[in-house]
């Protein structure tokens, strides 16, 4: 997409975050939810961050509400991935317990609550994607 940009100058009025984006293991970068408008315009093409930029709050978009709610996903993905961690080292503890019936308690017990805490942060993650697609257009 960049170097299509540099071909036709034209279309840097409709960059915006996803097309200037690198991504790490699927997070997201800390300018994901910021708006098309607030891209372009800078001495380097249409991935620059222009004028635009707000950090505090005026006419209804803060920059730094939308840093924080990137951070916030990210922390989120990363909780799920703990969680999935968590399920493996429940099966793990189930298998090695050779049927003593406190061991498999324990890893029952392990399994459910990353079960539960996988939801909770798949949960939270898509609530925060939601809530910072809505304030960054």
């Known amino acids: 997409m960049q170097s299509l940009m540099l071909m036709a100058p034209w279309m840097q009025q409709f960059a915006d975050a996803a ?10 970068t ?3 939810y910021f708006p098309a408008s607030w ?9 620059d961050i222009n004028k635009n930029f707000q950090l505090l709050p005026t006419n209804g978009q803060s920059g730094l509400l939308l ?20 399920v493996i080292y429940g099966g793990i503890q189930y298998e090695t317990s050779n049927g003593d ?27 925060v994607g939601f809530v910072g697609d809505q304030l960054g257009k």
């Open 19 to 28: 097309s200037c984006s690198k991504s790490f293991m699927g997070l997201k």
């Open 30 to 32: 800390w300018f994901a």
């Open 39 to 47: 891209f372009g315009g800078g001495g380097y093409g249409a991935c």
């Open 67 to 86: 840093i924080g709610l990137a951070i916030a996903d990210d922390l989120l993905r990363i909780a799920a991935l703990v969680a999935v961690g968590y």
């Open 101 to 127: 019936p406190n061991a498999t308690k324990t890893a029952q017990q392990t399994i459910i609550n990353a079960l539960i805490g996988l939801v909770l942060a798949i949960l939270a993650a898509s609530i």
